[in-house]
T-cell receptor, first 115, second 113 residues
Framework: DGGITQSPKYLFRKEGQNVTLSCEQNLNHDAMYWYRQDPGQGLRLIYYSQIVNDFQKGDIAEGYSVSREKKESFPLTVTSAQKNPTAFYLC??????????????FGAGSRLTVL | QQPVQSPQAVILREGEDAVINCSSSKALYSVHWYRQKHGEAPVFLMILLKGGEQKGHDKISASFNEKKQQSSLYLTASQLSYSGTYFCGTESNSGGSNYKLTFGKGTLLTVNP
């Protein structure tokens, strides 16, 4: 079955530590995205990538980094520079990113808690 | 800038109707609607492109008024399974080649028996 796998599902981190969230897809979709979800805030875009070896900052990229070395993978690193990292992180893909064709498929999410 | 959704929350009895609105301060190319059930990932419902079209499936439909930069989601004869948080996502005519979908804060819909 095609889909998006996010891991880990739950993660606890001490302040000052970097942590990497994994996102793997076998949908053969070109575009991949990372969103952050906080209660009452909706979904906010962190980074997105339209093709391999290229990515752009979203609305809240500060304190995060990504890479896109393979079409299937788009890992997100939450660095110690992110001041409030506790949140639910959602990875999404779309077949392409052209206007009006970017229907998103979401992974199950990763919940990060900073202790 | 996030689109503004209203109402923030709505409670219905099974069989009642509801309307969820989404408005933007920017000119829009498209509007997406997604539903997220508690503890799950958001799921795509429908996309509306500029041109003022109305789409729907089953008893959920939506309209898009490009001139008013608004979209509305209509849920008729609500079922228990409609419960969840509904998000609109907007794609604006901001120019350039980079795509960005911006989501509203969501509307929590609760359908009771």
């Amino acid at each position: 079955d095609g889909g998006i796998t996010q891991s880990p599902k739950y993660l606890f981190r001490k302040e000052g530590q970097n942590v990497t969230l994994s996102c793997e897809q076998n949908l053969n979709h070109d575009a991949m995205y990372w969103y952050r979800q906080d209660p009452g805030q909706g979904l906010r875009l962190i980074y997105y990538s339209q093709i391999v070896n290229d990515f752009q900052k979203g609305d809240i990229a500060e304190g995060y980094s990504v890479s896109r070395e393979k079409k299937e993978s788009f890992p997100l690193t939450v660095t110690s520079a992110q001041k409030n990292p506790t949140a639910f992180y959602l990875c999404a893909t779309s077949r392409d990113s052209t206007w009006g064709a970017n229907v998103l498929t979401f992974g199950a999410g990763s919940r990060l808690t900073v202790l | 800038q996030q689109p503004v959704q209203s109402p923030q929350a709505v409670i219905l009895r099974e069989g009642e109707d509801a309307v969820i609105n989404c408005s933007s301060s920017k000119a829009l190319y498209s509007v997406h609607w997604y539903r997220q059930k508690h503890g799950e990932a958001p799921v795509f419902l429908m996309i509306l492109l500029k041109g003022g079209e109305q789409k729907g499936h089953d008893k959920i439909s939506a309209s898009f008024n490009e001139k008013k930069q608004q979209s509305s989601l209509y849920l008729t004869a609500s079922q228990l399974s409609y419960s969840g948080t509904y998000f609109c996502g907007t794609e604006s005519n901001s120019g350039g080649s980079n795509y960005k979908l911006t989501f509203g804060k969501g509307t929590l819909l609760t359908v009771n028996p």
